[in-house]
């Protein structure tokens, strides 16, 4: 009897030691849905969504409890980029209700051929907005790629239970990172960070930028414009701060023929957006960014969150994620492209 006792409390210690553990892995994507005119659609549960798995419907849960958010804002601060910092400036006040939302956190990095991170991450939204109003062009180049890295490894550091996600203004394409495209590829895969992307064309605000009319003369407060060119720095900290000239001087056809080479060059924002569920859109005008601006404020407050079991078959491998909603032609889902299968542990 007590060799059986002790043999009983030796198993009971073992198991204790090296306790059972489920292999079964979960793969997490957010979804966003709407009609054709973009607006959001609430209110479904998991039986109105169908999930895929390359092709194949698999049973999935669904939330639509909003997950506190992580937002990382991504500017280009190039000279090219000089007049839609102009414009950005003037809308920082839709970044810290529209965009952050409540428990939400936001970052700021910018880029040229530099990266750099002007503002963690904070719930601070004075904090985010001021470090906008302040930012000019400093640099040449145009290193998109490895800021859109720097970006996504701040958000794998955030908490798993906050929803990521990148704002990036920007060119389309990359200017001189010394990281690959192939490698944030991978990375944005592991994050699962959701991107928006607002794009703009240096040619198109060259030919569409007229000289500024002002509306109030030298000696008046700059707060009375109405014109929207005098006021652009009555709410900086340094309102005497000059314009910087434009940084990256070449201009005429030279400049036109070296933005139509950059054509051929992959887009990247398009690229990332359709591999993580986001969207893009080009503004040329302040009314197009604040319209785009709201449009992204709507996606990240009005999602849901599917779940399921990875897939078994052949480790490395890529799997496709599609997702419909039962009985609804009109309703239009966007969601990451897919996953990679992970090996057993």
């Keep these: 009897m007590r060799i059986a006792v002790v043999a009983l409390l030796t198993a009971v210690l073992i198991a204790q030691e090296k306790p059972l553990r489920t292999t079964t892995r979960l793969v997490v994507a957010p979804v966003s849905v709407t009609d054709r005119q973009g607006r959001p659609i609430e209110s479904l549960n998991a039986s109105d969504l169908v999930v895929y798995d390359n092709d194949v419907a698999v049973p999935a849960q669904v939330e639509d409890v909003l997950q506190p958010l992580s937002l990382a804002v991504v500017i280009q601060a190039t000279g090219s980029a000089q007049s839609s910092l102009d414009k950005l400036r003037k809308e920082t006040s ?6 952050i939302g409540d428990r939400g956190e936001a970052a700021v990095i910018a880029f040229a051929r530099e990266v750099r991170v002007l503002q963690e991450f904070t719930g601070n939204v004075e904090k985010v907005e001021s470090a906008i109003r302040e930012l000019d062009a400093f640099g040449d180049g145009g290193s998109l790629v490895d800021a859109i890295a720097t970006s996504m490894r701040m958000l794998e550091r955030r908490p798993a239970s906050r929803r990521r996600a990148i704002l990036l203004i920007s060119e389309t394409h990359d200017r001189g990172s010394a990281e690959s495209l192939e490698a ?5 895969e592991r994050v699962n960070a959701t991107l928006y992307a607002l794009t703009f064309s240096p040619l198109k605000s060259k030919l569409a930028n007229r000289a500024p009319v002002h509306c109030d003369y030298p000696e008046r407060p700059c707060r009375r414009c109405t014109c929207g060119n005098c006021a652009k720095h009555c709410d900086r900290a340094d309102p005497e701060k000059p314009v910087p000239s434009n940084i990256e001087s070449s201009g005429g056809l030279l400049s036109i023929f070296v933005e139509l080479k950059r054509k051929t060059q992959p887009d990247v924002p398009r690229a990332l957006a359709a591999l993580s569920g986001g969207a893009t859109w080009e503004f040329l005008r302040k009314s197009g960014l604040e319209a785009a601006l709201q449009r992204i404020g709507e996606d990240l ?5 599917v779940t399921f079991p990875m897939a ?3 480790p490395g491998s890529f799997h496709k994620i599609r997702v419909e909603v039962r009985g609804r032609r009109n309703a239009v889902t966007r969601t990451r492209s897919g996953y990679y299968e992970l090996a057993d542990e």
Excluded: E
């Design 184 to 188: 944030l590829v991978k990375m944005a």
């Design 312 to 314: 078994r078959t052949q």
């Design 94 to 99: 839709l970044l810290g209700p529209l965009l």
């Design 301 to 305: 407050h009005h999602h849901y969150t």
